[in-house]
Nanobody
């Protein structure tokens, strides 16, 4: 039905930068909220940062000042700019979207991207 396609992961050295992208493939009525989560081996999935429809952002304490979430409504794309990367940032990063679908369903639901690996060498 609805697909979130992620890209931009990879291997980077400590102190380097990466930008992740998440695009909503199908047509939707409204984007209520979008965000990035990550999951490291042996750890629970955690919120990295989010952006709501009013433009307000929310970040985990561990990434404040280093990561920035932005969105392009026309392109239905969410970005995560990651600067000054640290080894502790190594994880699989997942895009999350709270969407309202148009006809014929008219329902609101939460969707996940496929995940993209970010590895930061020490």
């Amino acid at each position: 039905q609805v697909q979130l396609v992620e890209s931009g992961g990879g291997l980077v050295q400590t102190g380097g930068s990466l930008r992740l992208s998440c695009t909503i493939l199908e047509n939707i009525l409204k984007i209520n909220n979008m965000g990035w989560y990550r999951q490291a081996p042996g750890k629970q999935r955690e919120l990295v940062g989010s952006l709501n429809s009013e433009g307000s952002t929310n970040y985990a304490d561990s990434v404040k000042g280093r990561f920035t979430v932005t969105g392009d409504n026309a392109k239905k794309t969410l970005y995560l700019q990651m600067n000054n990367l640290k080894a502790e940032d190594t994880a699989v990063y997942y895009c999350n979207a709270d969407l309202t679908l148009g006809p014929p369903h008219w329902n609101r639901n939460v969707y996940w991207g496929q995940g993209t690996q970010v590895t930061v060498s020490s």
